[in-house]
């Protein structure tokens, strides 16, 4: 396991606490007074006091970061006769700070107050990443979880308008103390958090620690918890918008904050004080920050995203007139080398590449529809490691082929919603009574099996319960790779619950399956695939009344699915244990639960030309990538 550094005592001048002044707010994010920071309407009570997550080994992530802290302290301290650990002088640590009780909030053991203990985590191996990786995840997807359950309330009007309900996911997260590293203040990378990862809310970066101001543009530990009573920043929020802040990419001239009225002009002189004083004693004394930066993005559901572009260096501070006339503290803040690509930097590419791909890249692509114009938008083949196309070499299919008897049981009519279904329909009536995706096509919880209107319904094609049936939306690239040969990845964001695609093949039974078998045919088991559905709207870890969805319940699955010689897109998509897209079965153009189609849906935001990743099952069976091996 890595190490837990503690840093070195900076010093022990202290400076007078420094009087309340506006923060420097992030542009187009304003929160007002009305919006609450209660718990959504509809969360079950009472509460679950379980900490989420829970590792094999441990209570939770919090005890794992003290776990690392004491094998930090054994090898690098030394004892006195009373075996009180004495911190050496060359182990770099601030003199850890003692729990204290005032660090739990009155009424709740399990929310964390903000440590003032300053710590860097070090040479996690790979088992570590993937552990911290998964705890992210999984935070992340409840955030997402509460926040669409929050919007499916405000459609059943169970509030008189609509709710900031990203703030309240996050109160309900943070009211039973599921943000993460809370017990310890990290500076520099944040463990499980990637470059290029992509928010939709503020509040997000609050719940998994990158950036605990809610508003604020620079997060810093104040003087006032400080061991060594000297703000230190540890992170920025870059979001444009200040007429003073320069950014060109690697290099940002960062205004500081203070003295800007609501228009995020400047009227009167900064002062060298709270998160302006944090960044220059980070610069002295050579702490990174972590930078975000937020910025407009069309097809956002909050209108904005949020990236994180890896840890920069303050290496120069001074006193500036700025362009309004007053004066004002800048900061030169550099990235740090040998870090990946700027994921705000991949994001506009992605955008550039998505309509002139040839012009800017003009050299790898080997077609600019694989689909053959079959899909809604085309499908690129890539490939500019050598000169392999084996894609090409298979017929596209759009949607799986089953056998017509399939068709002929398990019948029924559809629902007769002339101008839009609701909640009464026939068809919400299979799915439990209420609808499987939201206004926008996000899945709301995943099932057993999803019931869409279907041709023989009467509501229009514009139905928001015919989500998967629309065939793909976002522009997808079958790509060549040096480490893991044919993938997938998408030029688009995809948001957390969004529709991809089909995973279509032809269909065949269990008696067809075993003749095919014989002639080493490529076979898929939908059966393998593990129940991620399951994950998707779970809400165990904050409602002790969670029940997993068994209903509509299906049977166990016979049929196999054929796609050595029709495929899709989807058949490129890697393996992983920790996927970003799962598997759920749907049912729309017949209702044999016995022969289910396979949709896939995002598990987590995911950020243009990161690759697509699904869990085809028992790993020993499956082949790293196309898993379609008998």
């Known amino acids: 396991m890595g190490s837990l550094l503690h840093f070195p005592d900076l010093n022990s001048a202290a400076t007078p606490t420094p009087k309340t002044i506006q923060p420097k707010l992030e542009p187009l994010d304003s929160v007002s007074d009305s919006d609450s920071l209660t ?12 900490p989420f997550p829970t590792p094999s080994n441990n209570t939770n992530v ?58 860097r985590v070090t040479d996690l191996n790979v088992e570590d990443e993937k552990y911290f990786r998964e705890v992210i995840r999984k935070t992340r997807m409840l955030y997402e979880n509460l926040r669409v359950c929050g919007n499916l309330n405000d459609e059943k009007g169970m509030v008189s308008r609509r709710s900031r309900n990203d703030l309240k996911a996050s109160a309900v997260m943070r009211e039973r103390g599921l943000w993460l590293n809370r017990d310890k203040r990290i500076v520099g990378a944040i463990p499980g958090i990637e470059i290029g990862d992509v928010f939709f809310f503020r509040m997000e970066l609050c719940v998994v ?35 003073d ?72 501070c001074w006193f500036d007139v700025g362009k309004s006339g007053f004066g004002v503290y800048k900061f030169k803040i550099v990235r740090l080398e040998n870090q990946p690509v700027r994921g705000s930097l991949v994001l506009r590419f992605a955008q550039n590449l998505r309509v002139r791909p040839l012009e800017v890249r003009p050299r790898g692509y080997m077609c600019m529809d694989m689909s053959m114009k079959k899909e809604n938008v085309p499908v690129l083949l890539f490939n500019d490691i050598d000169g392999d196309h084996e894609p090409l070499s298979y017929q596209y299919l759009v949607r799986s082929v089953i056998p017509s008897y399939v068709y002929q049981f398990g019948g029924g009519g559809g629902c007769n919603c002339v101008a839009g279904c609701f909640r009464d329909c026939v068809c919400a009536m299979k799915n439990g009574g209420q609808f499987a995706y939201d206004e926008r096509g996000i899945l709301i919880q995943g099932k057993p099996v999803i019931f869409e209107c279907g041709p023989h319904c009467s509501c229009p094609p514009t139905c928001r319960n015919r989500v998967s049936q629309k065939g793909v939306r976002n522009t997808f690239e079958v790509f060549r790779s040096r480490e893991t040969g044919w993938g997938v990845r998408s030029l688009d964001l995809i948001q957390a619950g969004a529709f991809l695609c089909e995973y279509a093949g032809v269909v065949l039974t269990q008696d067809q399956a075993r003749v095919i078998s014989m002639s080493g045919d490529s076979l898929v088991y939908p059966r393998r695939f593990p129940e991620r559905w399951a994950e998707w709207g779970d809400l165990s870890q904050v409602s002790s009344n969670y029940v997993r969805p068994s209903h509509p319940s299906i049977p166990p699955l016979d049929f196999a699915m054929d796609v050595s010689s029709m495929r899709n897109v989807a058949c490129y998509m890697s393996h992983s244990r920790s996927p970003n897209v799962m598997v759920q079965f749907v049912l729309y153009d017949h209702n044999n639960v016995v022969f289910p189609r396979l949709m896939l849906f995002a598990l987590e935001n995911i950020p243009p030309l990161r690759e697509l990743s699904l869990d085809y099952g028992v790993a020993d069976e499956w082949s790293p990538k196309l898993a379609i091996c008998n």
């Open 209 to 243: 620690g990158i950036h605990e101001q809610p508003q604020a543009g620079i997060d810093y530990l104040p003087s006032s918890r400080s061991s060594n009573g000297e703000p230190i920043a540890t992170s920025i929020i870059v979001s444009g918008g200040y007429e």
């Open 62 to 119: 919090y005890s794992e970061f003290s776990r690392i802290s004491e094998l930090f302290k054994t090898a690098f301290s030394d004892k006195s006769p009373q075996n009180d650990v004495v911190l050496s002088p060359n182990a770099l640590a601030i003199v850890p700070v003692k729990d204290n009780p005032q660090h739990h909030i009155s009424g709740n053991v399990n929310r964390v107050k903000q440590s003032s203990e300053l710590v």
């Open 245 to 316: 802040d320069v950014d060109t990419g690697d290099v940002i001239i960062y205004t500081g904050h203070g003295g800007q009225d609501k228009g995020y002009r400047q009227r009167a002189h900064q002062k060298l004080e709270c998160g302006n004083l944090g960044l220059e004693r980070s610069m002295h004394y050579g702490i990174e920050v972590r930078v975000v930066r937020g910025f407009k993005y069309e097809g956002s559901v909050s209108g904005k995203v949020y990236v994180y572009d890896g840890l920069h260096k303050v290496v120069h």
């Open 39 to 50: 718990p959504p309407p509809g969360i079950p009570f009472p509460l679950s006091q379980t």
